[in-house]
């Protein structure tokens, strides 16, 4: 059976893996090798990934706590300017293309993207869903360390995930 692949979703499984493994890389700093991910491996190990995410300090992560932090990481690397909003021009910078996903996450249609207003993007949207539930091995819903490393390791000899 050969399935067809669109540009949508090409589009939604790169977003998918991009925020999973931003979620690997942020709260464990994993896949060294890669050199674009050097820096933000590097911003992880330095503010601690997993102390930072896990908001409420139980020593486990909710959907919503991996969600807001991983928004905000993203909101703050194409924040270029640090104003606390992103333009359009901000966000497409890397793809000019992306403007769907600029338009999805501003919600009031103001023209700017709030900090607010990608965090209740990444709490809707769940494209870390399916695999915040391949990793909660225990199913309690919260990821654990040992839970996020075991995962990541599964998924490192996938090229996709990289």
């Known amino acids: 059976m050969t399935t067809k692949i669109t540009l949508r979703s090409r589009k939604n499984l790169a977003e998918f893996h991009l925020g999973l493994l931003a979620l690997s890389v942020l709260l464990l700093a994993g896949c060294a090798s890669n050199k674009n991910l050097q820096p933000v491996m590097a911003t992880a190990n330095a503010s601690g990934g997993f102390e930072l995410a896990d908001a409420n300090h139980d020593g486990k992560l909710s959907r919503d706590e991996a969600a807001d932090f991983l928004a905000g990481e ?5 924040d270029t300017d640090h104003n606390g909003q992103i333009t359009k021009a901000e966000w497409t910078a890397a793809d000019k293309k992306d403007t769907t996903g600029f338009t999805k996450r501003d919600t009031n249609h103001d023209g700017v993207m709030t ?18 539930a391949e990793a909660d091995k225990n199913h309690d819903g919260f990821l654990d360390r040992a839970e996020i490393q075991a995962y990541y390791a599964s998924r490192e000899g996938n090229p996709a995930s990289h």
């Open 115 to 132: 900090r607010e207003e990608a965090i209740k993007y990444s709490r809707t949207r769940g494209l870390t869903k399916k695999a915040f």
């Open 74 to 78: 993203i909101f703050d690397a194409r």
